[in-house]
């Protein structure tokens, strides 16, 4: 029995954000995310230092998963772009930094948090408006026509992944592979109630990256020895092999009783008369000319070797994970009774087949239909594998993102820019309708949209990590980057060749000014004309899904957190 | 506890009180501020509600608890207005203090502790007496017939019958979100609950009905999205089932759904049974029939076309394995609650207990229709829609509330059901609370509902219903109202244990038990309503309802603290021109500490905006008449308004009548009345 003990008061801190511990640790937490960020961000290793497992990443899912921060305020922050990762797997190192950016910057204002609240929230509709309409200069319509757009997206995703530790060479070689298994994926036929396949990714350690390679079916890894003794298999056809997956064990363990008692007289064993009726369905298998035998769970060994004696494959303890593919590739329902069924519930296979890749063996389910496929993924090492493995699935996601809504931002900080550069050019002409609506001041809202476009332009200029110099073109407003090795004598604009999406190349009437140094704005819609696009080369292209909704749940975010006055903490 | 005993003065009253108003003022008012909250188990809340920060300081003092306790009952009732609550109540403890140390000013100094104690006690007896007289005798008269004049009212009549008018209605909630969830978001959720309102709204005026339903089940008619923008948010037709499919088949058009509470799979025994194997044979035989008699239950579900089975346990694989062989969806572990609003909006109903009775009845009973039923992805998680016909009051709907992080959409979710909490009681229609006889059937359902007195009996409530025939005598119009006075009965009956009782038989009641302060307040109360019908008679003409006693259904007020500068005006009218002095004083007292909550409104406002203006403005309007024309920038209940004071007041009475606190070394016992610390 428990001790029943008074509950303890809770501690109560008021005004948390005006603490100096907080906003401290706040920039600690801001600066980490901010060396991580982009192609060349740095890469952090986590470890418990006791000897637990190491993992070198520089992805949001991986650093904030691990890191545990005491802070209420940090909670909430790591809390919300958690969520948002789990529901669009990327952007979430550009929620978190724009959050930390929104929150310094906002807290310099010294306005009151309900107006910058008010302002910002006005800000961010502009931007979501902006990001919506048809004449957006920072977004690009998504053809399927082609693959280019495809493979720049999942590109862009794996490049932004230094700890994968890719040359540009293995990332293009994995970014085809992916598109290839994505494309897999969708199905041939049309109609109602349709879904995607699915795409297994098999980890292999210690091979070259580009051994990586797409198998379609599924592959069941099995050691060698197991795997001579499976074969031969009896076909239906030259093309052939009929199936029947189960759900439930056939193990020959007597099933579930009920809540009453089981009396077994003397002599009788219900094991064996479960083993008899396991046999039964191995005969009426062996007459149903079943090739191959999958099932869930464990099979006994004597239907096992029964099945053998009639060539009939067995393959068991395939675990619940791989039993949707293989009813999705099979068209076999999976079987959930000992007693016959109806022929109707058996799949078929087109073939089965061993395959050795690498140090491992494995079966081969090949299937008709191409809907289920294998991504054997190939990386030096388990550090770096894993995090190829990750940044796969997040590909994979912003792929399946992209095919809902057919639309991708422009990367590498351009989008970023461009916004800011969008917002600095509504602020100046504010009408006093809408400031009447916000109920604040004119200066109030230049200061609030200043601020924002400030932070957005931070985020983009977290992506140099080398101390080089970032401008910016001022009709387009997009993303320029300088090295660091500038010769004196000569301007920084004679070192850029192209802006950070690759979308435009230097043009000679171009004007430059240094990111975040105020010019005069101009309508970003304006100059349309299309002669400096780069249309031969590669994009860097975002999921447009997964940003706009950083996008916002970062600001929101960040309200939430200027808008706290206390903090409570139950501590029993 | 301490472990001795301790003497109460208002003075501790107030420093307890104001310690809870220290913490809620920083979150009162649309510009206040969000509270972060930590639970023991780690679990984050985002939160301005003022009843969650209470709660959730875990207060010591038990003063504190009290004030805690009553504040919670009054948001069960309205939804809001804790934040206010605390503040209203530390403005009168402060009257009060102020009235106590008046009485104190000759003697300063010069008695002891203990005599001063007891005079103070005295005062505090008489005052809080009078205090619970004042709420029937003079504040819902005022309410009803002297405030009544401006209220507007989210009904409009067009062509004879009632409307709601859905600006008005707009107006109210927004004001409601803005205080709820800040004024950032308010406008867009304010929208979607009206939306959700509308689109629940199955026919003409059954909104009362409608709402009531929606609170009842809100429970289950909201999904939580961590993870995406607010902007997200939106209203499903039809319900979520917060379960995945255990066996899914696509099927057109509309289906069969039928529920059943039991596995559909026999077992070989059933609890308290024996089943006895006598030989390899009869098992696998008696294994054989199971199955069968699965395919059979399955084939006759089938032959009743139904398409959807929800079940309320686990379902085994062999059954999810025979409802996909004849193409039956299977929805299993769905939540009690979940049953429990499908069976109320659907007539869904588990009407067989065992397989077998199912497979007796030829035609199966207790089926729904369902006009789709599909998977829906909200987040990263798969649940169960399914959409049904409307009913006479409730067309199902639900709402997807979406928020970047767990603990802000948890705040959504309450705000949205506190806001229905609180249409419920906008659009309650008025009591018609002639029929004495049939009041203690109003009392108990009341108390059901609300659960607002714990210790008062019903026999005594009873007592004190009958306590006031007079006033029907008078003027049927000011019966006390049973549902609003339901606080005050407590602490009136309270005080009739003390005063000498002496018998009435005036009264139609046998029951008719007065004291002599009952029968002063009712000559207070004549000489009022007397005035009352004078002003109606020549007043701007407020339209006599005969047996209205509360206010009227839909009245809304302009928000910014029009409800508390009107009735402190009127108030003070009422104490002016009262002559019984008691009174006269209580009235004073609420209507100055009414003033407190706008007060606390413009505090940080200036210029045209700063309270002195405001409460000018609207005073001059009151004396030119023209009251109509103030800034409508948002509209609040009254009703919520006029239950606040009521619960206020009720709180007030009651700490005011503890003199002592007494350390205990065990809790008091289960069985006594709550109310019996008052004696201690």
Not at chain 2, 181 to 185: A, D, K, L, T
């Given at each position: 029995m428990s001790r029943v003990e008074p509950k303890k008061p809770s501690i109560c801190t008021s005004g948390p954000l005006k603490r100096e511990v907080i906003s401290q640790s706040l920039s600690v937490l801001s600066e980490i995310l901010k060396s991580c960020y982009g192609p060349s961000g740095r890469l952090k290793q986590l470890h418990n230092g006791i000897g637990g497992n190491v993992c070198t990443t520089s992805q949001s899912s991986a650093l904030l998963g691990g890191c545990t921060v005491s802070h209420p305020v940090l909670k909430v922050l790591i809390a919300s772009v958690r969520t948002h990762v789990s529901c669009f797997s990327d952007c979430g190192l550009f929620a978190a930094i724009l959050c930390c950016n929104l929150i310094e910057n906002f807290q310099r204002t010294a306005l009151t948090p309900h107006t910058v609240g008010k302002i910002s929230k006005h800000l961010l509709s502009l931007c979501t408006d902006y990001l919506k309409s048809e004449e957006c200069g920072c977004r690009v319509a998504v053809d399927f026509g082609s693959s280019k757009a495809l493979l720049s997206l999942a590109c862009t995703v794996l490049t932004s992944k230094p700890a994968c530790m890719l040359t540009v060479k293995e990332a293009n070689y994995i970014s085809a592979l992916l598109l290839k298994a994505f494309l897999l994926t969708v199905p041939n036929e049309m109609g109602t109630n349709i879904s995607l396949g699915k795409s297994i990714i098999v980890p292999i350690e210690g091979q070259r990256v580009t051994d990586s390679a797409v198998f379609p079916g599924l592959l069941i890894e099995m050691p060698v020895f197991e795997l001579r003794k499976l074969f031969p298999v009896k076909r239906w056809s030259a093309s052939t092999i009929q199936m029947a997956l189960f759900s439930i064990s056939l193990s020959g363990e007597l099933p579930d009783t009920g809540k009453g008692m089981v009396v077994v007289q003397s002599g009788v064993s219900p094991e064996r008369a479960v083993l008899d009726q396991l046999i039964l369905l191995g005969q009426q298998m062996v007459k149903d000319q079943i090739g191959i035998l999958v099932c869930q769970k464990v099979v006994h060994p004597s239907l096992k070797q029964y099945l053998k004696g009639h060539c009939v494959m067995v393959v068991d303890r395939v675990g619940a994970a791989a039993m949707e593919p293989l009813r999705r590739m099979t068209g076999a329902e999976p079987i959930a009774s000992l007693h016959p069924v109806s022929s109707t519930c058996y799949g078929v296979l087109k073939d089965v087949v061993c395959v050795k890749y690498a140090s491992k063996q494995f079966l081969q389910l090949i299937p008709n239909n191409t809907t289920v496929c294998s991504l054997v993924l190939c990386n030096r090492n388990e550090t770096t594998l894993n995090e190829l493995k990750r940044a796969c699935q997040t590909a994979e996601h912003v792929l399946q993102l992209t095919l809902k809504q057919p639309l991708a931002l422009l990367g590498g900080g351009c989008t970023e820019t461009h916004l800011a550069f969008y917002i600095r050019f509504k602020a100046i002409d504010v009408s006093s309708s809408i400031l009447e609506e916000l109920s604040c001041s004119r200066t109030e809202y230049q200061i609030v949209a200043d601020s924002f476009c400030r932070s957005l332009e931070s985020v983009a200029r977290c992506l140099e990590h080398d101390d080089g110099e970032i401008l910016t073109d001022t009709n387009k407003g997009h993303f320029w980057s300088v090295p660091s090795v500038t010769a004196v004598d000569s301007s920084l604009s004679d070192f850029v060749l192209h802006c950070g999406c690759r979308l435009y190349q230097k043009q000679p009437h171009m004007k430059w000014t240094i990111l975040g140094t105020l010019c005069n704005p101009v309508d970003p819609q304006d100059h349309c004309g299309n002669n400096s696009r780069n249309l031969s080369d590669q994009l860097v292209l975002d999921c447009f899904a997964a940003k706009c909704s950083s996008l916002q749940v970062a600001v929101e975010t960040c309200h939430l957190i200027l808008d706290l006055s206390y903090i409570i903490e139950d501590k029993n | 506890m301490p472990s001795s005993a301790m003497l109460l003065s208002v003075n501790t009253l107030l420093q307890v009180a104001e310690s809870l108003e220290n913490v809620v003022s920083r979150c009162f008012g649309p510009e206040g501020g969000q509270v972060l909250f930590f639970k023991a188990t780690g679990e984050m809340l985002i939160t301005r509600d003022g009843k969650t920060i209470l709660e959730s300081l875990l207060l010591d003092h038990p003063i504190a608890r009290m004030i805690v306790r009553c504040a919670t009952m009054h948001y069960s009732l309205t939804g809001d207005g804790v934040k206010t609550f605390v503040i209203l109540l530390c403005s009168m403890l402060r009257g009060l203090q102020a009235i106590v140390d008046k009485h104190d000013h000759p003697f300063c100094g010069n008695i002891p502790e203990t005599t001063k104690h007891r005079r103070h006690s005295h005062i505090l007896k008489k005052f809080s007496s009078s205090l619970s007289m004042f709420q029937a005798c003079v504040l819902d008269p005022v309410v009803i017939h002297d405030l009544s004049k401006h209220f507007l009212s989210v009904y409009f009549s067009s062509t004879g019958a009632m409307q709601l008018c859905k600006d008005a209605m707009q107006s109210t909630l927004e004001i409601y979100f803005c205080g709820r969830?800040?004024?950032?978001?308010h406008k867009f959720i304010a929208e979607l609950a009206l939306d959700f309102f509308y689109q629940c709204l199955a026919c003409e005026n059954s909104e009362s009905e409608m709402v009531s339903v929606i609170d009842e089940l809100f429970f289950t008619l909201h999904t939580e999205v961590p993870g995406l923008p607010v902007g997200n948010s939106r209203i499903l037709t039809g319900v979520v089932l917060h379960r995945d499919f255990a066996a899914y088949c696509p099927a057109e058009g509309e289906r069969k759904v039928l529920l059943v509470t039991e596995s559909m799979h026999p077992v070989l025994s059933i609890s308290s049974s024996e089943f006895v194997v006598k030989s390899e044979v009869q098992l696998q035989v008696s294994q054989v029939w199971m199955t069968k008699q699965t395919e059979t239950i399955m084939k006759h579900l089938q032959d009743n076309q139904v398409k959807v089975l929800l079940s309320s346990v686990k379902q085994p694989d062999i059954v999810l394995f025979c409802a996909k062989q004849v193409g039956i969806s299977v929805i299993d572990c769905i939540s009690s609650e979940e049953i429990s609003l499908l069976c109320r909006i659907t007539g869904l109903s588990p009407d067989y207990v065992s397989v077998s009775e199912m497979l007796c009845s030829q035609q199966l009973t207790g089926t729904a229709v369902a006009t789709f039923c599909r998977p829906v992805l909200l987040g990263s998680r798969r649940f169960v829609h399914l959409g049904f016909k409307k009913s006479s009051v409730f067309d199902p709907h639900c709402v997807v509330l979406c928020g970047p992080v767990k603990g802000l959409t948890q705040q959504y979710v309450s705000a949205f059901h506190g806001a229905f909490k609180m249409l419920r009681q906008l659009l309650k229609p008025a009591d018609i609370s002639c029929k004495h006889e049939q009041a203690p059937v109003a009392q108990s359902s009341s108390c059901n509902g609300n659960k607002l007195k714990k210790g008062c009996s019903n026999t005594r409530s009873l007592k004190t219903c009958a306590d006031f025939p007079v006033h029907r005598g008078v003027k049927p119009a000011t019966a006390p109202n049973i549902l609003q006075n339901n606080g005050n009965i407590g602490c009136v009956t309270d005080r009739l244990e003390e005063v000498p009782i002496s018998c009435m038989n005036k009264s139609e009641n046998d029951q008719g038990k007065r004291n002599e302060s009952v029968q002063e307040n009712c000559t207070v109360f004549k000489q009022l309503s007397r005035e009352q019908v004078k002003q109606d008679k020549t007043g701007a003409g407020a339209v006599q309802k005969p047996s209205l006693s509360s206010v009227e259904r839909g009245a809304v007020l302009p928000v910014g603290g029009t409800f508390e500068i009107l009735l402190h005006y009127y108030l003070r009218r009422c104490s002016q021109q009262c002559h019984q002095s008691e009174m006269s004083t209580v009235s004073t007292l609420v209507a100055d500490a009414l003033l407190e909550i706008p007060k606390n409104i413009y505090r940080s406002k200036k210029g045209n905006c700063s309270f002195p203006q405001v409460y000018t403005c609207v005073v001059n309007d009151l004396r030119t008449k023209e009251s109509k024309h103030w800034e409508l920038k948002g509209l609040e209940a009254v009703s919520c308004k006029h239950q606040l004071l009521a619960s206020v007041l009720q709180c007030v009475t009651r700490l005011v009548t503890i003199d002592m606190l007494l350390g205990v070394s065990r809790g008091p016992s289960r069985n006594r009345d709550e109310d019996s610390e008052n004696e201690l």
């Open positions: - | 969830i800040g004024n950032i978001n």
